[in-house]
């Protein structure tokens, strides 16, 4: 049974750095484009950042664009997002996804992690 767990999240103060990472077991990393989602209170769901399966192409939001990087290390089966200066508005609940069944940016991924919570103060 596939599956992803997202680890790193926390409290963070305005222009702060966190790591968030996502560990995948039970499918091939590798042969999947992975992506990072975030979901804020009482809004939907949002595209973050995606990488390719050789781990080459990244797709950001023009939210996070640079100031976020999206990494993967298939030995490990984890991918990993890099967010620095972050903002209160970043604060939200990051999914990790996987199994890209449809546009990258797109919510059609087969496989949701259970999410970790950022907060970020100000």
């Known amino acids: 049974q596939a599956q992803l767990v997202e680890s790193g999240g926390g409290l963070v103060q305005a222009g702060g750095s966190l790591r968030l990472s996502c560990a995948a077991s039970?499918?091939?990393?590798?042969?999947?484009?992975m992506a990072w989602f975030r979901q804020a209170p009482g809004k939907e769901r949002e595209f973050v950042a995606a990488?390719?399966?050789?781990?080459?192409?990244?797709y950001y939001a023009d939210s996070v664009k640079g100031r976020s990087t999206i990494s993967r290390d298939n030995a490990k089966n984890t991918v990993y997002l890099q967010m620095n200066s972050l903002k209160p508005e970043d604060t939200a609940v990051y999914y990790c996804?996987?199994?890209?069944?449809?546009?990258?940016?797109?919510?059609?991924?087969?496989?949701w992690g259970q999410g970790t919570q950022v907060t970020v103060s100000s």
């Open positions: 990488v390719s399966t050789g781990g080459r192409t990244t």
């Open positions: 039970g499918l091939t990393p590798s042969r999947s484009v």
């Open positions: 996804a996987a199994d890209l069944r449809g546009p990258v940016t797109s919510l059609t991924y087969g496989t």
